[in-house]
């Protein structure tokens, strides 16, 4: 006969029951990778002493635009120093030229008034009227954060 079959065992596989986790490992690793990396860009790096509200936090936007003014009266246009001689030329190069885009204003809580009002004239002279205050989030803003923790601003209301 041609064809038979056979009886004995031999040249069978065994099946493998295992499961093979290096390439999901791998992945894994690679992503942490990637988060490791871009969490820090997403950032604002410039320490502000930023005081409390009570008020409700508004919606963040995907890319927001931080002003700082730091407690030497000096300003930051994201993590770049600016002066405000330049601020207007700065913010119009940032924005593409849109005057609606909202302009988030931190200050920290050393800053006078009237420097913080002459700040918020120089953004109305430039045509960004949209303009969001920053501070600390409801109870927890009332106490200093403790030394070496941070704690993250929010956006705490608009101007019309």
Known sequence: MAGGIRESGGDELS????????????????????FMVAAPLAT??????????SAKPAERPDEPLYLTVKDDLSLNLGNDAVSKEALAASLD????????????LRADKAVDYGHFMDVMNTLRDGGYLKIALV????????SPPAQGTSSTPAPVGATP
């Open 15 to 34: 099946e493998n029951h295992e499961i093979n986790v290096t390439p999901f490992i791998d992945v894994m690793l690679v992503l942490l990778i990637i």
């Open 135 to 142: 501070g600390l989030e409801g109870a927890a803003a009332a």
């Open 44 to 53: 604002v790096d410039v320490n502000v002493d930023l005081p409390a509200s």
């Open 93 to 104: 190069a940032r924005t593409g030229g849109n005057k609606d885009t909202r302009i988030f």
